[in-house]
């Protein structure tokens, strides 16, 4: 797998993967960027959360659950000292829907957390990822 990242002016970066799609990237204006694009690090909770979201939304297809929503809430800590590495990350997966099986949610989350998620698998030996689950059912939520 190959990827490459340009400068675009000071720590601005556009850059793109083997997927060919170019993504912004940017830091502070303290840090010589313009705060105009997602920083690094939240990119890596961004990618934490969705590949752990494709493999719990994968592995719920292949049981027939069928949400109507499905979000995951993603909460770090970081270290207060340079080079500020994440010390814990929680992950709550929210599923939205009717008559949804608690043990087929667990389940997914499990499998994606223990097996699937590559994500996962290279930051877990260095910070802690918990995780927990709620469910919204749609017939008792008016907010949709």
């Not at 720590?11 to 993504?23: D, P, T």
């Not at 010390?87 to 087929?104: A, D, M, R, S, Y």
Request: net charge neutral; with cysteine.
């Amino acid at each position: 797998m190959k990827a490459m990242v340009k400068q675009i002016e000071g720590c601005s970066f556009i850059g793109k993967g083997e997927s060919n799609h170019w993504v912004p990237v940017d830091s502070k204006k303290e840090f010589a960027g313009s705060d105009a694009a997602t920083h690094p690090m939240e990119l890596v909770l961004l990618a934490l959360g969705s590949c752990t979201g494709c493999d719990v939304v994968s592995i719920l297809e292949k049981k027939k659950v069928r949400l109507t929503g499905f979000e995951i809430h993603i909460d770090a800590e970081r270290s207060e000292t340079h080079p500020k590495v994440f010390t814990k990350i929680h992950l709550e997966f929210v599923f939205f829907g009717t008559g949804l099986n608690p043990v087929h949610l667990k389940r997914a989350i499990e499998l994606s957390q223990e097996k699937y998620c590559p994500v996962s698998a290279m930051l877990k030996p260095s910070v802690p990822i918990t995780t927990s689950y709620r469910i919204v059912d749609d017939k008792h939520n008016d907010q949709q």
